[in-house]
Nanobody, 113 residues
Framework: QLQLAESGGTLAQSGGSLRLSCAAS????????IGWFRQVPGKEREGISC????????NYADSVKGRFTVSRDNTENTVYLLMNNLKSEDTAVYYC??????WGQGTQVTVSS
């Protein structure tokens, strides 16, 4: 079963940066496009970014475009989300997902103003 684990979330200051990691276990990420999502309590989960299997194609939601960068290192079997110029509205639990995989536990990002 495909399983991903998110990490790197923590408390950050407004205007700061964080890098989240999404690591695969039990399978190789090479052939999978990966999406990043976030969810705030009481709201629907929001798709914010995705990256193609080879890493050449990326997409971003308007809410993060220009501030977040998704990348991948297939040799490390990991996908990253670099978040710059953090805002309080970025506070959420962040998840990554591959097609056919289960949702992980996510990683909490809290941005203080």
């Amino acid at each position: 079963q495909l399983q991903l684990a998110e990490s790197g979330g923590t408390l950050a200051q407004s205007g700061g940066s964080l890098r989240l990691s999404c690591a695969a276990s039990g399978f190789t990420l090479d052939y999978y496009a990966i999406g990043w999502f976030r969810q705030v309590p009481g709201k629907e989960r929001e798709g914010i970014s995705c990256i193609s299997s080879g890493g050449s194609v990326t997409n971003y939601a308007d809410s993060v475009k220009g501030r977040f960068t998704v990348s991948r290192d297939n040799t490390e079997n990991t996908v990253y989300l670099l978040m710059n110029n953090l805002k309080s509205e970025d506070t959420a639990v962040y998840y990554c997902l591959a097609p056919g995989a289960n949702w992980g536990q996510g990683t909490q990002v809290t941005v203080s103003s």
